[in-house]
C-alpha cells in the first residue's frame, strides 16, 4: 500500500452528525489523531445535544452543534442552520477536515468549508445523485485497515492519510466528578458499584426493542440467581417502556429512565457489572466504559455494529426471519425491521450467565 506522509494539521474538523453511539465509535478516530499530532485542536460537528458529552470526555476539544429538528424543518430553517454552521465552522480555518457522516448534507459541508486537505469515502455509502458533488481531495476505503466492523469504517481514513493505528476500540471513562455523582446517587438506591445489571430496554424503533415482559422475566431470572442488582437506564422518551417492565417483575428495580444526563449515563455504566440491553447507543457507552455485555440485536448483523473491547455476547435471531410483525417490519432496513422480537427468553438469561462467570473467572486470576 502507499504511504503518504502525514502533513502537520493543527486543525482538524471532523464531521459526525449521526447518534450518540456513532460518537462513541468514532472516539477511536480522534485518540488517534491526537496522538499523531499532539498540540492539534480537535472539533466534531455534531448533534447540539451531544456537546458537552463529546466535551466532558476529551473526544473534542471543541464541538461546533447543529440542531437536527431544524435541519429536517421548513426550507427557510434548513437553510439558516446550515448557513449557522458553516459560518462557525469557517472561523477555524481548518486545515483537514474528515467526513465520517457520508451523506449529501456533510458533503455540502465539507466542499464550504474548504479545508486543504478533506478526507471522503470512495465509493460512498450511497451512489452520488445527479449534480451532487464530492468535495474530497482524499478517499478513503469503505473499510481500513482490513476490518469489517463499523469501527473501522471510521478509522479508514487514518489508513488514506498514512498514519499509524495505534487505538482500536473504544475507551471513554467518565470524569472524576461524573463518576462521585454516579456512585453517590446508587448509594440513595442501595446500589453497591459492580453489583447490578444496567438495563436498557429502548430503541430508536419499537421494533429494535426487545419485548418489556421479556426483559422483565429475564430480568427476575438474572437477579433470583445471581444476587445483582437492578438498574433501568435510558432516554425520556423511554418511560413508557421502562413503566412496562417494572409492572411485569418480581425484583426491586431502580427506575433511573429519563432522569440521566449523557455524561451521568456513562458515569452508571461505568459502575455495572454488566449491561443487558437491545442495540444502541448507551450499548456502546457501557462497552467503551469497560463494562461487559450482552446486547440483543434484529436484522443488524452483531460483526457491523456489536460491542468492542470488552467481554460480550451479541444474540442474534436465526436468519432468514420468520416474519412476526408484518404491518410494521420493512424487512430490508435493519433501523425499521422487528427480527429481535424473536429472541426467546433463554437465550438471553444464559448468555448472561457465562458472560458474569467468564468476566469472574478473569477477576480470580488477578488476585
Avoid at 492539534?40 to 470526555?57: D, K, P, W
Avoid at 457507552?285 to 440485536?297: I, K, N, Q, Y
Wanted: aromatic share 6%.
Amino acid at each position: 500500500m502507499l504511504q503518504i506522509s502525514p502533513a502537520p494539521f493543527s486543525s482538524i474538523l471532523i464531521i459526525q452528525t449521526k447518534f450518540i453511539g456513532d460518537i462513541v465509535l468514532a472516539s477511536t478516530l480522534s485518540r488517534n489523531l491526537r496522538l499523531e499530532f499532539p498540540g492539534a485542536r480537535i472539533v466534531f460537528l455534531c448533534e447540539a445535544q451531544f456537546e458537552s458529552f463529546v466535551v466532558a470526555h476529551g473526544i473534542a476539544s471543541e464541538v461546533v452543534p447543529f440542531r437536527r429538528t431544524r435541519m429536517r424543518g421548513t426550507p427557510l430553517e434548513r437553510g439558516k442552520e446550515l448557513y449557522a454552521m458553516v459560518r462557525a465552522l469557517r472561523r477555524h480555518r481548518f486545515d483537514l477536515t474528515i467526513d465520517l457522516t457520508d451523506s449529501k448534507t456533510s458533503r455540502i459541508v465539507s466542499g464550504l468549508v474548504n479545508a486543504r486537505t478533506r478526507v471522503g469515502y470512495n465509493p460512498p455509502e450511497r451512489p452520488l445523485r445527479l449534480l451532487e458533488r464530492q468535495p474530497a481531495n482524499l478517499f478513503a476505503k469503505p473499510y481500513g485497515f482490513g476490518g469489517q466492523h463499523f469501527v473501522y469504517r471510521y478509522l479508514s481514513p487514518l489508513e488514506a492519510l498514512g498514519i499509524e493505528l495505534r487505538v482500536t476500540v473504544p475507551s471513554i471513562q467518565p470524569p472524576p466528578f461524573e463518576a462521585a455523582k454516579a456512585l453517590a446517587l446508587l448509594g440513595r438506591h442501595r446500589i453497591r458499584p459492580k453489583a447490578f445489571v444496567a438495563v436498557h430496554a429502548g430503541a430508536s424503533f419499537e421494533g429494535r426493542q426487545w419485548q418489556p415482559a421479556r426483559f422483565a422475566e429475564a430480568i427476575d431470572q438474572i437477579a433470583a440467581e445471581t444476587g445483582l442488582g437492578v438498574v433501568l437506564v435510558g432516554g425520556p422518551g423511554e418511560r413508557e417502556t421502562a413503566a412496562q417492565i417494572l409492572a411485569g417483575t418480581a425484583t426491586p428495580v431502580v427506575d433511573l429512565v429519563g432522569a440521566l444526563s449523557l455524561e451521568s449515563l456513562l458515569a452508571v455504566l461505568a459502575q455495572a457489572r454488566l449491561f443487558l440491553g437491545n442495540e444502541s447507543g448507551p450499548m456502546h457507552m457501557a462497552a467503551a466504559a469497560g463494562t461487559p455485555v450482552v446486547g440483543l440485536f434484529g436484522l443488524t448483523h452483531p460483526s457491523r455494529w456489536g460491542p468492542v473491547g470488552v467481554p460480550s455476547i451479541a444474540l442474534r435471531p436465526s436468519m432468514p426471519c420468520e416474519c412476526v410483525a408484518k404491518d410494521l417490519c420493512r424487512r430490508t432496513d435493519p433501523s425499521k425491521a422487528c427480527c429481535v422480537w424473536r429472541l426467546e427468553v433463554n437465550p438471553v438469561v444464559d448468555a448472561a450467565r457465562e458472560i458474569l462467570a467468564r468476566t469472574e473467572l478473569k477477576k480470580e486470576r488477578a488476585v
